[in-house]
């Protein structure tokens, strides 16, 4: 058995919700992802699916228990090399694509590479090749208003991927999307996982989308009642 690419070892979350009351979302959650599968998480509303995918990625801490990845505690590093160490390992997807109107969309797209220290000239390079495997590269001089929402999450995949992270994080990616531009969002997520050999937990309304996941896990009010996992990749 290969050494899973995140550890979640026990995770709680509560928030308070005032007068000494709290809010249990997350009640002892513990899952392995394996590197390179497609790991759906899926639930009702309320199941506490995004605040698990926000611990994930270190965007929030949890009350107690773990997250490891590579071996690496990563709730042990301080706050400043916590979002050093989330910039460069891992990638997220909205379903709410998150550009900035301001910029273009390959800037949009450079902007964590640059964030890590990257020169503008390489960023920009790299961003438009992410942009052409995203099949949007005609685009990659347009402002976010000027594209379709469908063009807008493909530009907020390529952001995702720029600092070739260790794992991307997808919060219902296509939730925002008709069913044509669902549709070809998730074959796009298949294909560059599998070209790229790229991580991806997902979390999703979409049935048909967990369905094609290497492992599908249940959350039902804030523990992981199910799980499916099959040989990687179907085969």
Known sequence: MQTPIISIQNIHKSYSTGKSVS?????GVTFEVQR??????VGSSGAGKSTLLHIMGALDRPSSGSVSMDGEDVFALDDQRLAS???RNMGFIFQFHHLLPEFTAWENVAIPAMISGMSVSKAEKISRKLLASVRVDHRADARPSELSGGEQQRVAV????????VIVLADEPSGNLDEENALLLQSLLWDLARER????????HDASLAGKADAVFTLHDGNLVDEKRRTMHGE
């Open 36 to 41: 390179g599968e497609i790991l759906a998480i």
């Open 158 to 165: 390529a952001r995702a991927l720029i600092n070739e992270p």
């Open 85 to 87: 160490f989330r910039n």
């Open 197 to 204: 050999k790229q991580t991806f937990v997902i979390v999703t």
């Open 23 to 27: 809010l249990d979302v997350l009640r």
